[in-house]
């Protein structure tokens, strides 16, 4: 644990709902993002980095955020986690429990892409039914893609196929993510450009 402030699930739930937003609310839901537990206090993602930063990292208070169900705790709890910490197991639990895809992206970006089971779970999520398993697996690709400059094409490669594969979901929370990964995969190296520009092209 490295720690800032420290503060327990009660004073952090405190402090958001003190900062609670009717009209953030109503923005955010204009854009999809809605929690289907209605659990959402309309606070912006600078406030909640600021309090990130102020809390450090703790894996015990992210799973407490977690399990609370509010919106923004999860989004705090993305950035407060610690990646060498979490399980494959967590990391499961955590997707099925996405419900909208501001909180899917934000998770795989800040934190499942940074541990070392991320890759494994890219074809496991892909194959999922569930809308937001599914973004989540090519959300994560696109994170990886940023994030992990150690990994080799081919991996990449293989996500490719994955992209090809469900390019025709006609979700729009899927389609979107496909997108983005197919995108974010072309602008690693220039090999995979020209790779992912083919299939584009297969594609359109």
């Known amino acids: 644990m490295t720690?800032?402030?420290?503060m327990s699930v009660e004073e952090i739930?405190?402090?958001m709902r003190a900062r609670e937003s009717r009209r953030n609310q109503a923005g955010m839901a204009r854009y999809g993002i809605v929690a289907a537990n209605g659990k959402v206090f309309g606070i912006t993602m600078a406030a909640l980095?600021?309090?990130a930063r102020d809390v450090g990292r703790d894996h015990a208070l992210a799973a407490a955020l977690w399990r609370s169900?509010?919106?923004e705790?999860?989004?705090l709890a993305a950035f407060v986690d610690e990646p060498a910490r979490v399980t494959v197991?967590?990391?499961d639990r955590w997707t099925r429990d996405f419900d909208n895809w501001a909180v899917c992206d934000s998770t795989c970006i800040h934190l499942l892409s940074r541990t070392p089971h991320a890759w494994g779970r890219v074809r496991a999520w892909a194959a999922s039914p569930d809308e937001f398993v599914r973004r989540a697996a090519f959300a994560l690709v696109a994170a990886l893609a940023v994030h992990d400059r150690s990994d080799s094409d081919m991996k990449?490669?293989?996500a490719l196929r994955l992209v090809e594969r469900h390019a025709a979901d006609p979700r729009n929370f899927v389609k979107k993510a496909v997108s983005w990964a197919l995108r974010a995969t072309g602008n690693r190296s220039r090999a995979l450009h020209a790779d992912a520009l083919a299939l584009a092209t297969r594609l359109a």
Request: charged share 15%.
């Open 3 to 6: 720690s800032g402030v420290t």
């Open 13 to 15: 739930l405190a402090w």
């Open 49 to 51: 980095r600021g309090l």
């Open 69 to 71: 169900g509010w919106h």
């Open 73 to 75: 705790a999860r989004l």
């Open 89 to 91: 197991a967590q990391m």
């Open 156 to 158: 990449f490669r293989s």
